[in-house]
């Protein structure tokens, strides 16, 4: 017996102008999962897109036909009437390609189809079809063909035979309806890709997968994509043309309009119209790159750094106004602060940003909920609050079992040095009485776990003794008198 089962039948329909339109099969392999995790699968797929190419950002959901509020005539349906089955549910969706400037948008109707004879046996269909009409016309990032379509039909008689009979009960088939005969080369490598990971998402379905990282729980998807796409067309050239450091200017200027964008999406939504806004605080600013766009967009702060960098020069006369080489001392620890340092105090209702900015990273809740301001922080390297580098044991949970999962989410649990810091920064958050919240960033860094605190649900805690339960930052003044004396030195 053939490796692989034999194809069925081309499949004939009518399309959404009455012509006559043929479906012919391009690869069939055995499908050893359960009908229902066959239609799990293409649910998956269908909802996202951007897991079969990178050319795809994502695809809006313009109409379902199992959503009540959905209207039929906010888009155009391509219809399909294929014999022997009906269908279930359709939607129809608009791709979002992740470079509007090179990509065109192009939209899409999907048919959820199911065996409609009374021999009982199981048969599903999901069309794709293209809404547009010339393999030109089609953008790059979908196959050039009127239709996509997955087949799931049962075995034929012989097909059974071998290892694993019992489990091989169906065969699945990606089909074409063509603009052109035959197909080429890309069109058959596309297929494959398709067909397996249909498979692959079927496997994972049987085998009980839980996906551990969940994007967008503090700010959607669709709107953070949407201002990233107009945040990266505005400020990206310029910024990498510009850059005066050493290090890979693309790796920095996208990371941080990734950032600038969730700050921005973040705050329209805490303060509407910027009513309430007292503007914002970049501790540890670095290149200043984030500082910069957030001023460009309208929203008024500051950053500061304990020493200068290039960059700063080549921004524009508002931004260099507001970046300072300043070094932290806080005023929690009792001392006053020498003239240029910066000791931590803050206008009631600033957002603290702490965006990799190590030693002061642990400083980050305690400061916001000494001064009643927001937060957000994103750590990077591990300090305590000497500004000593430490590797922090994992939470007690943890102890005498088995590591699983990621502690970024709160729900599994890790025993990385990464995931064991932020449970540290999140435990003296909420020690300082912050309601926290986290969310994994969308930024090119397996350091991209955002802790936020936007509320303070006890307001009477005493900061002071937090600090002393964390160990005082006892060595904070040292490692300021280090870093004045290695900067001197350096100028």
């Known amino acids: 017996m053939s490796e692989f089962p034999a194809h069925p039948p081309s499949l004939h329909a009518l399309d959404h102008s009455n012509n006559q339109q043929t479906w012919q099969p391009i690869l069939t392999e055995p499908f050893p999962f359960a009908p229902s995790s066959f239609l799990a ?33 906010d888009s155009d349906i391509r219809k399909i009437q294929t014999p022997g089955y009906a269908i279930t549910r359709t939607l129809t969706r608009r791709f979002i390609p992740r470079n509007p400037q090179r990509d065109a948008y192009a939209e899409q109707t999907i048919h959820f189809l199911t065996g409609t004879d009374l021999s009982g046996e199981i048969r599903e269909l999901i069309v794709y079809l293209n809404h547009c009409d010339t393999a030109e016309g089609t953008p790059y990032y979908l196959p050039k063909v009127r239709g996509v379509a997955w087949l799931l039909t049962p075995l034929e008689a012989g097909e059974e035979e071998g290892e694993g009979k019992e489990r091989r009960k169906y065969k699945i088939t990606l089909l074409y309806s063509l603009f052109t005969s035959p197909p080429d080369e890309r069109l058959k490598r596309t297929a494959l890709h398709l067909l397996a990971r249909a498979t692959k998402l079927a496997a994972g379905i049987e085998s009980g997968y839980i ?156 400061l916001a909920a000494a001064n009643r301001c927001p937060f957000l922080a994103i750590p990077c390297c591990s300090h305590d609050l000497s500004g000593a580098k430490k590797r922090f044991p994992p939470p007690k949970e943890l102890e005498g079992t088995e590591a699983k999962g990621d502690l970024r989410l709160n729900m599994n649990l890790s025993k990385s040095t990464y995931a064991s810091l932020c449970a540290y920064v999140e435990g003296i958050a909420k020690k300082c009485g912050w309601a926290v919240e986290r969310e994994i960033l969308r930024i090119p860094s397996t350091r991209n776990l955002g802790i936020i605190g936007r509320k303070l649900v006890d307001e009477e805690v005493d900061i002071a003794e937090v600090l002393q339960s964390e160990g005082g930052g006892d060595g904070w003044r040292i490692a300021v008198a280090a870093l004045k004396k290695k900067e001197a030195a350096g100028h």
Not at 316 to 336: N, S, Y
Request: proline letters at 4%.
């Open 41 to 73: 699968a293409l649910e998956q797929m269908s909802q996202h897109p951007e897991h079969n190419t990178s050319w795809i950002l994502r695809s809006d959901t313009l109409y379902d036909s199992t959503d009540p509020s959905s209207v039929p005539g």
């Open 211 to 366: 996906k551990r990282v969940h994007h967008d729980l503090v700010v959607k998807r669709e709107g953070f994509q949407d201002r990233y796409l107009a945040l990266k067309a505005k400020h990206a050239a310029r910024l990498v043309e510009g850059w005066r450091e050493r290090t890979d200017p693309k790796k920095h200027v996208f990371e941080d309009i990734l950032i600038a964008t969730f700050l921005v999406c973040l705050w329209e939504g805490m303060y509407p119209d910027k009513k309430g806004w007292v503007g914002f605080a970049d501790i540890g600013c670095g290149n200043g790159v984030l500082v910069d766009i957030l001023i460009r967009e309208g929203w008024s702060g500051c950053g500061f750094d304990l020493r200068a960098r290039k960059s700063w020069g080549g921004f524009c006369e508002e931004t260099q106004a507001v970046l300072k080489e300043r070094i932290l001392v806080p005023f929690l620890l009792g001392d006053e602060a020498e003239e240029g340092d910066h000791d931590g105090r803050f206008q009631e209702g600033t957002f603290i940003i702490s965006n990799h900015a190590d030693e002061l990273t642990p400083w980050t809740p305690l």
